[in-house]
């Protein structure tokens, strides 16, 4: 089968088109051909080489999601799947290929309406949205700040915490901001967040030398949860400032979806393919590629250029 691997860590000039075996499913995986395959901006970080202290190596395919139909079942998997159109998700890798192996235990068959690129649109970033929210005890009636709210995790969160309360975003644009809005935005920053704060929450993608600013957008009591660091790690003085409002009872945290069971995990990305199957939910695709166009989707990616999701399919 083909794959797309990091050749060489760096630029997206560095992943290539591979010929790989097709995988074989041991006790409790199934094979997928895929349809669809996520594109995120934690693909980016691997490829770059920001996540190299996690063990990447020269050769690794990316690809934390996918959709396509069950073609091969391994031993102990229910022989229905057999056949089904689904989503699942492959963890840290193997989902840039045009088949992925995958345990059955993460399978979600696809609702009527919701197309392979719509599910890996929503489901990966959508379980990481909501699960972030959760950890924040984001609750209804309050308010949140989602800081990087343009990508594919924050156009989730977005929707989500609409339902129940007051969004805020960060974005670079009008226009990106305008899109927003119309995903259920009532406010609308800059990137720096320049502006009146009071939000009980900050769900934060961005990080970076910046993200210790952003306490002082808390009411007391408020909570600060970083899901992501497109602008790399917080600075050392983290700390400092927050114990610099120490009268105010700030909770910050990170959150990774790691933590999250995989039944829970996969609970949640079956009711969330259901809504946007119902028109609940909007898929934000950005652009759809060929896998073998995986190097434009990640050039698109380090332009900064995304809003939303990008899905390659296989040709
Ligand atoms: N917690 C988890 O379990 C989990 C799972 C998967 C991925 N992740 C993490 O989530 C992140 C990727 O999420 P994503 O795909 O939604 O993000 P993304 O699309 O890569 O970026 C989100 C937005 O951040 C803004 N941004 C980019 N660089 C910035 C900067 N230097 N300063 C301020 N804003 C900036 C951009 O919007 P504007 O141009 O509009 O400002 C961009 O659209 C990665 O850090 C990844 O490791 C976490």
Redesign the pocket.
Known sequence: MKAVAVQTFGDPGGLAVVERPDPRPGPGEVVITTEAIGV???D??IRRGDLAAYGFEAGHVPG?EVAGVVTALGEGVDESWAGTRVWAFTGLGGGYAEQALVNAATLVPLPPGVSPVDAVTVA??GV?AHF?LRHARFAPGESVLV????????VLAVQLAAHTGTVAV????PE?GARLRTLGATHVLD?SGAGPGGYDVVID??A?E?LPSFFAKLNAGGRLVA?????GPPPARLVAEMFAAFRKSLSFAT????TVSTEDRRAFAGELLAATGRGEVDAVVHDVLPLAHATLAHRQ?DA?E??G?IALVPA
């Open positions: 995120g901006g934690v980016a970080l934390g990966g970033s990481v972030g800081r990087g709210a343009a990508g594919g995790i924050g960060t974005t670079s644009s990106r990137r993608i961005v970076g910046e899901v992501g660091a497109v602008a959150f990774s979806a790691d990616l900064g995304v809003f999701r």
